[in-house]
């Protein structure tokens, strides 16, 4: 076959089909590979000219047919799978040849499958990839890591292929090591946080506005042209006017309460809780994925409780406190996912840009939103800042909103309806702006149950004090 592809790319399941037509559309050649020849087949037949884009089942066929250095992109599930394709390749591959790893992996194996290979004179990226099928026909963000000088040789493909805002590329160099596969980590429980919000809002215009779907289709439509404008509203929007198509009335009213996950919010989760960074409007997101789970317990402790009578409420007071609720609510889920984010790239070396990150957001993945051109501007205005909340630049923007989410917070107290991630969304406020907290009290309990000592705010050192 010889070695005239220009990129290489192995599975071939929606996703990696979607990637590797991508590709083949903006004018680089690339061959497919699978174990499966029914998929390998199917790829040939789609691409239609062999010569831009091809597939086999055969691991050696595959790597011959690659220019070199080779450029070898892995989208496959995550976990051992990864590392036995890997092993299948180095029998095939020269000194500087690049293995990608496009999936959702955990970063410290990417950090050990970096090494590892590096001992064989290969390169490995592990580099995210967002936008689901669509993004990767149409145009992902996507975030690689690994080595800086290694990365060149994939840049101009992955910057043709990725999704473009305002004609910028959605894909930039990130950081060394495992940075790429950090990055999407934390996108995605952000993604899981904000999932979260937007279906507590349509949650509350439900019970208590009797939103129709068809209003609530124009109201999320509005909404998408404003600023709350992004991907997930968007979706939502589209979501609430489709009708099901095996009965009456709106699909999503006969889909099952009971979501699922494949892992990413719950590191991100563990992650932060072993950084000690608080993210709680993403934690409590993954905890409602979990709680949705036990839907027979639910219905079972539901008919056990009386729940309160919700009181109605005006229909566009109600939309004016949905929208600038949800959008408080954006503002600090990004900021506790970014927060993370600083830290992370201290503890772990990835020397991050944030503003950078901000950046390749803004168009091709599911977190997209009008909102990151505002969060990148403030990372571009200061390089240091700790936390989004501290820009001045946010500041109105959340002072104008907070008191919606308070009124919503203590309707939904009151009136039964759960508002987990909102409500979490807030304390989280109240807490990071709080300038004195009641710890010195655990404090104190800390020191008299177990000798823990305490610092004091009148004078300098560390303190005991024998409390009986």
């Not at 006017?241 to 989760?269: F, P, R, Y």
């Not at 709680?280 to 905890?287: F, G, L, M, Y």
Request: charged share 25%.
């Amino acid at each position: 076959m010889g070695n005239t592809y220009d990129f290489g790319l192995i599975g071939l399941g929606v996703m990696g089909r979607n990637f590797i037509l991508n590709v083949a559309d903006n004018n680089y050649s690339a061959m497919g590979y699978d174990l499966d020849k029914e998929k390998a087949d199917a790829l040939i037949a789609e691409g239609e000219d062999t010569k831009k884009v091809n597939a086999t089942s055969d691991i050696k066929e595959f790597v011959n047919s690659l220019s070199t250095p080779r450029k070898i992109m892995l989208l496959v599930p995550a976990g051992k799978i990864v590392d036995s394709v890997i092993e299948s390749l180095l029998p095939h591959l020269d000194k500087n040849d690049l293995i990608i790893d496009g999936g959702n992996s955990f970063f410290t194996d990417t950090d050990r499958r970096e090494a590892y290979l590096k001992e064989k004179g290969i390169h490995f990226f592990g580099s995210g990839v967002s936008g689901g099928a669509k993004g990767a026909r149409r145009g992902p963000s996507i975030m690689p890591g690994g080595n800086k000088e290694a990365y060149k040789e994939v840049q101009p493909i992955f910057e043709a292929v990725s999704a473009k805002f305002k004609g910028e590329p959605c894909v930039a160099y990130l950081g060394p090591k495992s940075a790429g596969n950090y990055v999407k980590m934390v996108h995605n429980g952000i993604e899981y946080g904000l999932m979260q919000l937007t279906s507590e809002i349509y949650d509350i215009l439900k019970k208590a506005g009797n939103f129709s779907y068809e209003e609530l289709h124009t109201l999320f439509d509005s909404w998408n042209k404003g600023r709350l404008q992004s991907f997930l509203i968007e979706i939502s929007a589209e979501i609430f006017e489709k009708d099901d198509d095996k009965g009456n009335g709106k699909l999503v009213e006969k889909i099952l309460d009971k979501a699922k996950q494949k892992g990413t919010g719950k590191w991100t989760s563990q992650n932060a809780m072993d950084l000690g960074i608080p993210i709680p409007s993403i934690d409590i997101s993954v905890s409602m994925r979990q709680i949705s789970a036990l839907k027979d317990e639910r219905v079972k402790a539901d008919e056990l409780y009386n729940r309160p009578k919700i009181a109605a409420m005006d229909k566009d007071e109600l939309a004016k406190w949905a929208e600038e609720a949800l959008y408080f609510a954006f503002i600090t889920t990004y900021a506790q996912g970014l927060h993370q984010l600083s830290d992370a790239s201290v503890e772990y070396g990835y020397e991050l840009d944030l503003s950078v990150i901000a950046k390749i957001w803004r168009a091709g993945c599911i977190i997209r939103a009008g909102l990151l051109e505002d969060i990148s501007n403030a990372y571009t205005e200061d390089k240091e800042l700790k936390n989004l909340l501290l820009s001045p630049n946010f500041v109105p923007k959340v002072q104008a909103t907070v008191g919606a989410a308070r009124n919503l917070v203590a309707y939904g107290a009151k009136n039964g309806i759960p508002l987990p991630g909102l409500s979490n969304s807030l304390t989280y406020f109240d807490v990071y702006t709080s300038g004195r907290l009641p710890l010195n009290l655990i404090q104190a309990q800390r020191d008299h149950f177990g000798s823990h000592t305490y610092e004091r705010t009148d004078m300098e050192g560390i303190f005991h004090t024998e409390w009986e």
